[in-house]
């Protein structure tokens, strides 16, 4: 079984802000239990004591707001640069490395489109991509959706049934097991990690900062010079030379997240 934990980072609608990026985390079933305890154990080495179970929340740490207003910022940025740098390096005992999705909606490109509808079809139909190349491997696995509590639980209950009969999104998935899971993520590391996968990539796309994409991008899921994994959802794509984009021109993922002048933002 693969487990696809999900959340996003941006609003949907509105004019405040351009993007809407929804990131997955797929891990094996065997994975999931090692890597929270590696992102428990390392919060913990930083921040001894009761600090040590604080949620990781990239914007609320950034910002020291919350829980966090009482932990020095020198700490609280020592447990974002680490937990990245464990994003980037962090292998199961397994061999396996977690594989990492998001699609960014650039919103006013899909005017009248529902932005999570829409990076919610993008999104599975990637993971399902992911599974089906297993799958042809003679590596076949069901799959399960885990979504944060606090996301859009009532649409996706409602649409939820139709990916799997085949009737609404871009593709059937026949791999899911049951309806998405909705669980708090104060009580998941592994939500609080994919948290992070969107919070970068979402500082990336709206903002232009790569310091903490940079950790993350090369983990996207990809075959054959293609970034699959990351899909840019915008007018104008063809011209656009972020790393996925180009990589579905070139065939090949540049080494490094494409300076931000060169993404496409009409
Ligand atoms: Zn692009």
Known sequence: MYLLYVDESGVPTGKHDDH???AG???HEEDCYPMARSLDALQRRILPGPNGDLELHASRIISGRSEWSHVAKAERLSVLQQSFGMLKDWVAP???K???FAV???KRSWPGRNAVQLAYDHLLAKFDTFLTRLHLSGDSHRS???ADESSYEKLLQRIMPRWKDGSEGPKKLHSLVEVPLFVGSKASRLIQAVDLVAWATYNYYE????RYFEHIYDRFDAQEGVQH???HLVRGYRECGCVPCQSRRLREIAAAPAAWADVQRP
């Open 20 to 22: 809407f990026v929804l």
């Open 25 to 27: 985390l797929a891990l």
């Open 94 to 96: 397994s061999g396996r």
């Open 98 to 100: 977690p594989v990492y």
């Open 104 to 106: 960014v909606v650039h």
């Open 144 to 146: 399960l959706v885990i």
């Open 207 to 210: 903002r232009g900062h790569a």
């Open 229 to 231: 994994g990351l899909t």
